[in-house]
């Protein structure tokens, strides 16, 4: 498989194809081969992931007019959340097309949520240098179509770190912070220790293989454990 063939797969020709190559290279595949650190697809996973919040708040707020401020904030993140840019990732088979290091490929990398989410981010910031906004909202929409109508009707999984910002903040301000307690691993396969601090009190611990992940399961943490502390 190469890059002409994942430009079929997405629908989407790029004047310029090594900001492709570099969006679907993972760090791994940059340390193994010794090259510069730039050459993975971290700055663009960081652009991509801004421009895919620009764009679904485009979309939501010009689709639902009469939907308030926090309900849109909630949709848009159970949209733009790691799994649901996993599911768009692996439905448009991003995983084989991804340019990792031969151990990050013997222990599953092709298949793991996070490396996937963050190379569709990193798509998303390459169409954005490539086209511009009209190109990287078209692929947006066209790819988040079904879960952006899913979100809508309500059929989306949670996101436990919208529902318990929800919840402290119905008693009054939510003095919550997401603390990396520590990172263990190679830099290409690091797992991430994140608490939920409440009023400077832990409430909740998670660990994942990106920050993101781990959050969201220190949320759940919190959620699970309601009853051990005043919300």
């Known amino acids: ?62 689709s639902l007019n009469d939907v308030e401020e926090g309900e849109l904030t909630k949709l848009r993140s159970i949209i733009v959340c790691e799994r649901s840019l996993a599911s768009c990732g692996i439905a448009l088979s991003v995983g084989d097309y991804l340019h990792l290091g031969k151990g990050e490929i013997n222990s599953g990398g092709r298949s793991r949520s996070s490396i996937i989410a963050d190379a569709v981010e990193a798509i998303i910031g390459a169409i954005y240098l490539d086209r511009g906004w009209n190109a990287v909202q078209d692929f947006v929409i066209r790819t988040f179509y079904a879960l952006i109508k899913d979100a809508i009707a309500g059929r989306l999984h949670m996101d436990y770190k919208s529902e318990i ?33 409440f009023k400077g009190k832990i409430i909740g611990s998670g660990s994942g293989r990106s920050k993101k992940e781990a959050e969201q399961k220190a949320a759940k943490q919190a959620l699970e454990r309601g009853g051990t502390f005043v919300f």
Do not use: C, W
């Open 1 to 62: 498989m190469n890059d002409l063939d994942f430009q079929r797969v997405i629908k989407y020709e790029f004047q310029n194809v090594d900001l492709l190559k570099k969006a679907l290279t993972h760090s791994s595949y940059v340390n193994e081969e010794r090259m510069n650190s730039t050459e993975n697809n971290e700055r663009l996973e960081f652009l991509g992931d801004a421009i895919l919040d620009a764009v679904i708040s485009d979309h939501l707020y010009r």
């Open 165 to 197: 910002q929800e919840r402290l903040q119905s008693n009054g301000e939510a003095d919550i912070s997401y603390i990396i307690e520590k990172e263990e691993g190679p830099d290409h396969d690091k797992v991430f220790y994140t608490n939920l601090l």
